[in-house]
């Protein structure tokens, strides 16, 4: 149909064929709307790439901008289908009438592959009355047909049961409206089917080939135009498994799907088509032979490979148009991109050869594509970016601990923790072995520690062998000593890594010591070297956790008055109830206090409303105006008001400050 207006060179994003004009409209600058009014009506949009062989005609007139692979298009106009121009009419008047689904197909440009379906006898058989279903090459698909599946084409010309041109045709008329997800449909070739799948691209493919015009009306049926000629010989009565099995290429593969009986569990699966994604043996052989070995003998690094290479769904790559994911048959997604020379999955190149089964297909790879379970613990810090980390690993000479050996949990922290701290504190850690070691070790543990398995208050020894880690359970996080875990649960072959958004520093000091070294906590001090002696003293190493204290100034406790400050000290019980009060058993750094929630925290002495507004955090009306000073008790928080006992709370303490007392 011949192009009646001028070019629209627009970026394009993501629109589904099935988008309604009235949709799109409300979307388009006002300049594009009033272009395509100009059009008049029955006029649609047809999509294409400049300088490839991709195009696409749609059913809209106002038509959402959009991306494909990265690349400009350009819309142009012609008349809808079935429509016409009439000379003096506005835009597309004039209606065809319908002819059979042949000659509609040369109408439509498929003007070799009708010569061949008359070639071959079938003219009359295809133009009777009926509805069928009719999947038409263009004149360029047909033109680049393969060399081997030429010679086929020519052997089987002037043949009446040629099967080539019987699998193009199907005795029922199927519109695009009635495709799914995925859906077969049986042919006039004995029956063999063809798999159409519809995308949330908009793209629609069968057998894996471009449906590039569709649901154009015959009197006998439907036609729809396709960029290919369809194989009938590319299509497998054996099921993807069988296919894995029997093709050469896939030796360590079907070796690793046996050993795990991967073959049972996609059987068990269902009737969903699916993707496997099959790395060649040549794919395999790029992994060092002892590394592959290790990931082939652990069972569940195994599976966790065999799950990563098996998609839920049918690919098909005409039908990647942008950047997207996919899910595998373990629940993880995998990444997906396209530009113009085609299309990558998680980096690795996806070439075009594939083989369809019967229930689904299989794409052969060039690459594993190693999931993290499969993965050692450096290799997985290097996909997370984690350079910072990575380097001091190298300067520290624990390369080789941390990639063969294990299992080990690591709570990394991340790039932007690196460097928030101060730089000469980043230099130290790289100025030498020891330091860079020390640094690394002590963010280290042994075993997988989950977070399904950390209690609250959890005290694991670090790598180094002589600095604790304490865990904390907040509500939807997790702590370890002053950071939270942004991102948890990575587990690989030899342990696990958390991503955390601190850098830690062992606590090697007491929480006296602390406030004596800071200064300006004089009377915070004297209070409690009272309220820790005698026969009622309060103890602070009952129950052995950490404790978070909400440590005023002296300048908080000055604002009391000297009256209240002294008739304090000379009261034993109420002073204990005062100390009992900045005390909050557990340890809770800054972080864990998200913004616009109010947490309600108990203290020894009663409860205690915490709160962060903006970047403050507030202590009822005390703000803390220095955090996170960690200490072999647990963590101080510095606050400019003292936390006096509430009236209508208990006189006495309701439980014993608890903690490592004899160092406070």
């Known amino acids: 149909m011949k192009a009646y207006s001028l070019l629209i060179v627009v970026l394009v994003c993501c629109a589904s064929w099935s988008t309604v004009d009235a949709v799109n409209k409300s979307r388009l600058p006002a300049w594009h709307i009033r272009f395509a009014r100009q059009q008049g009506p029955n006029a649609c949009v047809v999509e294409e790439v400049p300088g490839t062989k991709w195009k696409i005609w749609t059913e809209c007139k106002y038509y959402l901008p959009r991306k494909i692979c990265g690349q400009k298009t350009v819309l142009r106009f012609e008349c809808c289908e079935g429509f016409h121009r009439v000379p003096g009419q506005e835009g597309c008047a004039g209606v065809k009438p319908l002819k059979n689904i042949l000659e509609t197909a040369r109408e439509l440009g498929a003007t070799d ?49 040629n099967p080539i041109l019987r699998y193009h ?89 046996e050993e795990s009986a991967f073959f049972n569990k996609l059987r068990s699966a269902g009737n969903a088509a699916i993707t496997i994604l099959a790395p060649s043996d040549e794919a395999f052989q790029k992994i060092p032979a002892s590394r592959l070995d290790a990931i082939l003998k652990d069972k569940e690094a195994r599976l966790a490979l065999l799950q990563n290479h098996v998609l839920v769904h049918p690919l098909c790559a005409p039908a990647i148009i942008d950047d997207h994911s996919m899910r595998t048959f373990a629940g993880n997604r995998l990444r997906l991109e396209c530009d113009a020379q085609g299309v990558s999955i998680e980096g690795s190149r996806l070439r075009n050869d594939f083989v369809l089964g019967s229930n689904g297909l299989v794409h052969m790879m060039d690459d594993v594509l190693l999931p993290n379970r499969a993965k050692n613990l450096l290799e997985l810090a290097e996909s997370e970016r984690l350079t910072t980390f990575m380097e001091l690993v190298k300067i520290g000479g624990v390369e080789e601990a941390f990639s063969k050996f294990g299992a080990y949990t690591i709570f990394i922290p991340s790039e932007a923790a ?63 000593e002053c950071a939270v875990v942004e991102k948890a649960d990575m587990e690989g072959q030899n342990g696990v890594i958390h991503i955390i958004n601190r850098v830690m520093i062992p606590a090697n000091i007491s929480a006296g010591d602390l406030l004596r070294r800071e200064g300006n906590f004089k009377t915070f001090l004297q209070a409690m070297e009272l309220v820790m002696t005698g026969s009622d003293a309060l103890d602070l190493s009952a129950g052995g956790i950490s404790s978070t204290f909400f440590v005023p100034t002296d300048a908080a406790f000055e604002e009391l008055g000297a009256t209240v400050i002294e008739d304090a000290l000379k009261n034993r019980s109420f002073l204990k109830t005062i100390v009992a009060n900045h005390v909050v058993p557990g340890l809770f750094n800054s972080d864990s206090f998200k913004p616009n929630l109010i947490y309600k925290l108990p203290s020894m002495f009663g409860t205690l409303d915490v709160r962060r507004i903006e970047s403050t955090l507030k202590v009822r009306e005390a703000s803390v105006i220095k955090t996170d000073l960690m200490n072999t008790n647990g963590v101080i928080h510095v606050i400019d008001k003292v936390l006096m006992p509430e009236m209508d709370e208990p006189a006495e303490p309701l439980v014993q400050i608890r903690g490592d007392g004899a160092n406070f």
């Open 418 to 480: 690196f460097y928030s701290l101060p730089e000469a504190v980043l230099q130290d850690m790289r100025s030498s072995q020891e330091k860079a070691q020390a640094a690394i070790l002590y963010h280290a543990t042994q075993g997988r520690l989950l977070t399904n398995k950390i209690k609250d208050s959890e005290i694991v020894m670090s790598l180094d062998e002589e600095n604790p880690l304490r865990l904390s359970v907040y509500r939807k996080a997790i702590g370890v």
């Open 113 to 161: 592959f009708v010569r061949y379906v008359e070639e071959s006898g079938l003219q009359k058989e295809w133009a009777r009355d009926g509805a069928f279903t009719l999947f038409a090459p263009t004149n360029e698909a047909f033109a680049n047909i393969p060399r081997e599946l030429r010679a086929r084409v020519d052997s089987f010309r002037g043949n009446i049961e």
């Open 169 to 257: 045709i199907s005795d029922r008329k199927i519109t695009s409206d009635t495709f799914q997800a995925d859906l077969t449909i049986p042919t006039l070739y004995n029956g063999n089917r063809l798999r159409i799948n519809k995308y949330s691209s908009g793209m629609l493919t069968v057998n894996c080939r471009t449906i590039v015009r569709k649901d154009q009306e015959a009197t006998n049926g439907v036609v729809h135009i396709i960029d290919s000629l369809l194989d009938p010989g590319a299509v497998m009565s054996r099921d993807v498994s069988e296919i894995v099995t029997s093709d050469g290429r896939f030796s360590v593969l079907a070796k690793a799907m």
